[in-house]
């Protein structure tokens, strides 16, 4: 069996063979990889599976040479170093290690139109939308069709650059939740970011000389097939950006972009869309949740789970502050779950990810503290404004920069506060930042075995009709809440407007299977465990008729969360209304706020709002699900609108 000192050598791992180094010797061979004659002796060193995906990847990429990730110091200061020289980033002198970088302007965001899960059957990927519908779901290729997609657009499209071989874990290195990938990648800037948001490099590689399986993710941010690119320091095509997923071989293949989740292929890719397929096979849960260990002013520590679609406050509630005096909140994670029911029943969950992909702007002293005690070292930040003293600048942080800053926008414009009219930051700019530096990670965040989840909330924006928070009667009626999730539209993806769309479990762009598959695997938990956690909807962004939140929201969420804490501790503070479980009158703990807070408004239930919410869910269902939507779903609905037509008007 090939083992880890063959390919350390005596040099160490810092030089990791020959292929690093391959700058003396890559011609020779790359021309014996494409050729497949006799292979280097350092790359026959590897895992024959890995060193197969690589082979096949050289063929059909053509790099002018090859690195292998070992995830060291020296190797990142190389990458960043290289990338200031390309102009894809600058430094931001005014804090330790920090860098910015501008994208080319049509590469913002993820794609979620031209997202694929391919299977061979369409009917494993989506259920069929009704005739006449466009299927809102998830999109379906053939084995095919991806197949022609990827050899239109690979074929030599590495030629002139480095291919990066990124070994990389979602979860802790030891934990048995967890799962290594290997990115294929043209872009140090995904290098440097994977380096941040995952366990990357050798403690991984020696896990795979152990024999373990990896995902094959490969990424290239493209060449547009003119050959002409528009903005060399951040190179994409985004005409012929795609995203692909072959469940079946746990297989990522992306092209075109470099941004986010559409190149950091360990987040939606894998811990999502792939994650789920496996989590499915394997009887557990891949999530779009945060993780958050909530200590009471009593001293009990429970762990909150919660799904609210892309940039709908996952951050800000895993890293609030409470205001609720006595209460402690630690982050686990603010995007992704992978949860799992333990031989005792608990549900346990591990956060994948090693770092904080975040939205900037609205992140500022006031509404998330926490975070800017996080992001001001070793951070990569995308897309946002610079100062002239060599910091950054975003919508939301207008008290935190002197008046005689100059301020350059997130293209490299001039920019002036209370001038121009476009946002300093594009809405959708984040930063990139190692989850360790999170004051307040919580000390179990990396324990192999995960956290005791307590609960699980789902939420999203509802400028209307949906209460501050309210309780599901059962797992049942909880899975159903999941199920019926709207929220209106933000800037992570390429959607335009303010529209209230569904996102079921805040998963539709992620789902890795069809929906209705989805739905029975939540359902089916249930004979899992006799312990299963409570589940909540919560909405903080209900509006006044001036179109002013009627919630402050941020650190007062902990005044929900407290109302939760009791609840878990089955304390008589509930009533029952036709949606579900909402607060008994004055039993919110309200004391000390500053804002007048119109209670009734928060809670009211307009029976027209609930009328038409029943017709769109049932439309949604009858037009999207169809005959995949499990009976468990269609009676709890019957339910809610028997329930609804009861109500007084
Ligand atoms: P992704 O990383 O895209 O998955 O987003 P996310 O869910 O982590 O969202 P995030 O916490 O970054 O919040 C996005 C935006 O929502 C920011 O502009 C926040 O200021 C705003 N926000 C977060 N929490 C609240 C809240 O309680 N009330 C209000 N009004 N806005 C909030
Ligand atoms: C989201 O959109 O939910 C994100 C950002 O977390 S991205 O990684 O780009 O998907
Ligand atoms: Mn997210």
Redesign the pocket.
């Known amino acids: 069996m090939p083992n880890l000192s063959a390919i350390k050598g005596s040099s160490g791992f810092t030089e990791f063979g020959k292929f690093k180094g391959l700058a003396s010797c890559n011609v020779e061979f790359l021309n014996q990889v494409r050729g497949l004659s006799a292979l280097n002796g350092d790359l026959r060193d590897l895992p024959p599976k890995l060193k197969s995906y690589v082979e096949e990847n050289v063929r059909l990429c053509q790099p002018e040479t090859i690195h292998i990730c070992d995830g060291t110091d020296v190797e990142n200061s190389k990458l960043l170093k290289l990338m200031q020289q390309q102009g894809t980033i600058v430094p931001l002198p005014k804090y330790e290690n920090c860098w910015l970088a501008r994208t080319n302007p049509a590469d913002t965001a993820r794609v979620e139109s031209k997202t694929f899960i391919c299977t061979d059957t369409k009917s494993e990927t989506i259920p069929s939308p009704k005739a006449g519908v466009k299927g809102a779901l998830g999109n379906w290729m053939s084995p095919h069709d991806m197949d022609k997609a990827i050899n239109e657009r690979f074929t030599g499209c590495m030629r002139g650059r480095t291919m990066y071989i990124v070994p990389f874990s979602m979860g802790p290195v030891t934990s048995p939740l967890s799962k290594i990938g290997i990115e294929i990648t043209d872009s140090p800037y995904v290098v440097a970011s994977m380096r941040i948001m995952t366990r990357m490099g050798l403690p991984v590689l020696e896990k795979l000389l152990k024999g373990a399986e990896f995902v094959k993710c490969l990424h290239s941010v493209g060449t547009p097939s003119n050959g002409i690119i528009e903005n060399p320091s951040w190179p994409c095509d985004p005409e012929r950006t795609i995203i692909l997923h072959r469940p079946k071989n746990n297989e990522i293949v992306s092209y075109g972009s470099g941004y986010g989740g559409n190149s950091l292929l360990g987040k939606k890719c894998f811990a999502l869309r792939i994650g789920s397929t496996i989590a499915r096979r394997e009887g557990w849960l891949a999530e779009h949740m945060l993780i958050l260990g909530i200590t009471s002013p009593s001293g009990k520590k429970r762990y909150i789970a919660a799904a609210?679609?892309?940039?709908?406050?996952?951050?800000?509630?895993a890293m609030m502050t409470p205001s609720l005096p006595g209460y402690k909140i630690e982050c686990v994670g603010?995007?992704i779950a992978w949860m799992r029911f333990d031989k005792n029943g608990v549900l346990r969950a591990i956060n994948p990810e090693n770092g904080f992909?975040?939205?900037a702007?609205?992140?500022s002293r006031s509404?998330n503290p926490i975070a800017m005690d996080t992001i001001f070292k070793n951070t990569l930040f995308t897309n946002v404004a610079s100062t002239s003293d060599g910091g950054v600048f975003w919508e939301?942080m207008e008290k935190e920069v002197s008046s005689n800053m100059e301020i350059t926008d997130w293209r490299g414009n001039n920019w002036k506060m209370g001038q121009s009219k476009t946002p300093a930051a594009h809405p959708n700019s984040r930063f990139c930042t190692p989850a360790k530096q999170c004051p307040i990670i919580d000390p179990a965040w990396e324990h192999p075995e995960g956290v005791p989840i307590s609960a699980i909330l789902f939420g999203g924006r509802r400028p209307a009709g949906v209460p501050l928070v309210y309780e599901a009667r059962n797992w049942n009626h909880g899975v159903f809440i999941g199920a019926t999730m709207r929220s209106e539209a933000t800037a992570?993806a390429e959607h335009k407007g303010k529209v209230v769309m569904h996102d079921p479990f805040a998963m539709r762009p992620f789902f890795g299977y069809n929906f209705g598959d989805y739905l029975s695997h939540w359902l089916s938990m249930k004979e899992r465990s006799d312990n299963l956690p409570k589940i909540f909807h919560v909405n903080?962004?209900r509006k006044d008729a001036n179109g002013k939140?009627l919630w402050p929201?941020?650190g007062e969420?902990s005044r929900v969360l407290d109302w939760i804490l009791r609840r878990l501790d089955n304390e008589d503070c509930a009533r029952d209304t036709p949606i579900g479980l909402i607060p008994k009158e004055n039993s919110l703990n309200l004391e000390g706020i500053e804002e007048n807070i119109d209670v009734k408004e928060l809670f009211d239930l307009p029976k027209q709002f609930w009328m038409e919410e029943v017709d769109s869910v049932a439309k949604y269902f009858d037009e999207q699900v169809g005959d995949d939507l499990p009976k468990e779903i269609t009676k709890q609905l019957n339910e809610l609108k028997k329930n609804v037509q009861s109500m007084k008007d």
């Open positions: 609210f679609p892309s940039a709908c406050g996952k951050t800000n509630l603010d995007d992909f975040g939205v702007p609205g992140t509404s939301g992570a903080w962004f939140f929201g941020f969420n």
